[in-house]
C-alpha cells in the first residue's frame, strides 16, 4: 500500500504512530482519540521555512493558522520552532500567548472583531491587526485612541480570485465576505495613516484554503502587486506583506502543494516589492500529522449496505458531512480479510455522520479500531458536543514518547455546572 502517511505506518502489519504501536495507544487512552505526531509537524514546519527562507531577502516570519489546531501542546511546539501564530479571536489570542508565543509574532484575522476583542489585541501589544471592512477601523480608531497605544494595521485585500478549492473554504472572491477591494483599500490605508495611534504598515491577503495548486497564487500575486504599486505612488508606505496561508495537504493520493513551485513565484512576483513578508499556513504544517483512532463498534449488514458503526462521530471530525471531505481511513491491523465496499459511520442520528462513503476496506470486526488519516487539522478544533457526546481526547507523539494533551469536560461535569447555575 502506497503510504501518503509517513509519520503512520505498518510495521508487521500494525500501525505506527512514529515509533509507538496505535493499539497500545487505543488500550491506554480509550476511543475515539486523536493523535498527532510531533515530527511531522516539525518536518512540514522545516520544509515550509527553508523554501521560503531561500527565496526572502528577510526570513519571513510563518504564524501558523492556529484555528487548524489550536491546543497549547501543539503550539508550543510551534513556539519552540519560532513560528507566529495567525489568531481570528481574542480565545486564540488567549491560547497563543498562553503557550508563550511572543505577541511581536501574533497576528489577528478574522472579519467580525468586535470592539472588546480589538481592544484586548491592542492591550496585549499584538505584532498587527488585519482589518477587513470600513467599520472595523473605524472601531480600531477609537479603541487606540481610547487606549492611547499604537497598533500596526494591515488591510486585508480581496483579489477577486478563484482559489479550486470547495466553495466553502474559498475567501478570495468578490462575492465572499473577506478582505477589501484594492480601490477601497486605497481610501482605508489613507485614512489609518491620517488616524493618531494607527500605523498603516501592509497588506494581507487569504484566498482560500486546501489550495492544491500554487498557481491559483497568479493572479492574487499580480493584483497585490498593482496594489502595492498603486499604494506608493500615492506617497503611502508599505513594507510589510502577509500572505495568508491556504497550501494543500495529500487527502487520499493527490500530491501537496509544491512549496518549492510556491517559494518559486514569491521569489519571482513578491520579493521585488521589498517587503518584509508574512505567511498563516495552517493545514500544510498539522492536517497529516494527526489520524482520530476509532473502535468498530457493530458491522450492520443491511440488503443494500454493510455499515461499519464506529464510536467516532460526526462530533469528532465534521468535515466529511460538512465538506464532503475524503479521508483516507486505514485498518489499525491488518487482518487479512477480503475487500468489501462498505460505509463507515458514527453512531450520531443523522445519516451525515457518515466518514466515507462506499469505501473499499478489508471487513473489520467488532472491537477493531481504525485510523482515520488527515485529521489532525480542523478535526478537534471543529468539534462539539452533540448528542451529549464527549469529543476525542488528544495525544502528542514524539518518537517514542506520547502525552496526553487535551481532555474535554466529561457529561458529569456539564451537568454539575449546569445544575450550578439553575440553583
Ligand atoms: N489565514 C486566514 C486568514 C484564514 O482564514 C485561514 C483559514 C488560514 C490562514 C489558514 O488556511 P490553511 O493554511 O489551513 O488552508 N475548516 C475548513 C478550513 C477553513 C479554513 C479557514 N481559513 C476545513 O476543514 O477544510
Not at 481574542?90 to 508563550?100: H, Q
Not at 506520547?402 to 457529561?411: A, D, F, G, K, P
Amino acid at each position: 500500500m502506497d503510504n501518503h502517511f509517513p509519520f503512520f505506518e505498518y510495521q508487521d502489519g500494525e500501525l505506527y504512530a512514529e515509533n509507538i504501536p496505535v493499539r497500545e495507544l487505543a488500550k491506554q487512552y480509550g476511543t475515539p482519540f486523536y493523535i498527532y505526531a510531533a515530527s511531522s509537524i516539525r518536518r512540514q514546519f522545516t520544509t515550509f521555512q527553508e523554501a521560503l527562507n531561500k527565496v526572502c531577502a528577510k526570513p519571513p516570519l510563518i504564524a501558523y493558522a492556529c484555528k487548524a489546531n489550536d491546543r497549547l501542546g501543539i503550539l508550543k511546539l510551534m513556539n519552540n520552532l519560532g513560528a507566529g501564530v495567525d489568531v481570528v479571536s481574542v480565545g486564540e489570542m488567549k491560547r497563543a500567548l498562553a503557550a508563550n508565543i511572543p505577541a511581536s509574532k501574533i497576528i489577528f484575522s478574522g472579519v467580525g472583531k468586535t470592539e472588546r476583542e480589538l481592544e484586548e489585541a491592542i492591550e496585549a501589544g499584538i505584532r498587527q491587526i488585519n482589518i477587513e471592512s470600513e467599520p472595523e477601523l473605524k472601531n480600531l480608531a477609537i479603541a487606540a485612541e481610547k487606549l492611547q497605544k499604537d497598533i500596526s494595521v494591515s488591510i486585508r485585500f480581496n483579489p477577486d480570485v478563484e482559489a479550486g478549492t470547495h466553495d466553502k473554504i474559498s475567501t478570495g472572491r468578490s462575492e465572499d465576505k473577506f478582505g477589501v477591494t484594492a480601490e477601497r483599500i486605497i481610501h482605508l490605508y489613507k485614512h489609518a495613516a491620517e488616524t493618531k495611534y494607527l500605523n498603516p504598515h501592509g497588506i494581507s491577503m487569504h484566498i482560500g484554503s486546501q489550495v492544491a495548486d500554487p498557481r491559483y497564487f497568479i493572479p492574487a500575486f499580480e493584483r497585490i502587486n498593482d496594489l502595492v504599486h498603486q499604494l506608493r505612488a500615492e506617497g503611502l508606505s508599505v513594507t510589510e506583506l502577509d500572505l495568508g496561508g491556504g497550501l494543500g495537504i495529500t487527502y487520499r493520493d493527490e500530491p501537496e502543494a509544491d512549496i518549492e513551485a510556491y517559494a518559486k513565484l514569491i521569489k519571482e512576483m513578491i520579493e521585488p516589492l521589498g517587503c518584509q513578508l508574512s505567511f498563516e499556513p495552517g493545514r500544510y504544517l498539522v492536517g497529516n500529522a494527526g489520524i482520530l483512532v476509532t473502535k468498530v463498534i457493530y458491522v450492520k449488514e443491511t440488503d443494500v449496505k454493510t455499515h461499519v458503526i464506529c464510536d467516532a462521530a460526526m462530533n469528532d471530525l465534521i468535515r466529511p458531512a460538512l465538506y464532503e471531505a475524503y479521508h483516507t481511513i486505514h485498518p489499525v491491523i491488518q487482518n487479512g480479510a477480503d475487500i468489501r465496499t462498505v460505509d463507515i459511520v458514527g453512531p450520531i442520528c443523522e445519516s451525515g455522520d457518515t466518514h466515507a462513503k462506499d469505501r473499499p476496506l478489508p471487513l473489520p470486526e467488532e472491537g477493531d479500531y481504525l485510523a482515520i488519516h488527515s485529521a489532525g487539522a480542523y478535526g478537534a478544533t471543529m468539534s462539539s458536543y452533540y448528542n451529549a457526546r464527549v469529543p476525542a481526547c488528544e495525544v502528542l507523539v514524539d518518537g517514542s514518547d506520547h502525552t496526553l494533551i487535551n481532555r474535554q469536560e466529561s457529561i458529569e461535569q456539564q451537568i454539575a455546572r449546569e445544575k450550578t447555575l439553575l440553583s
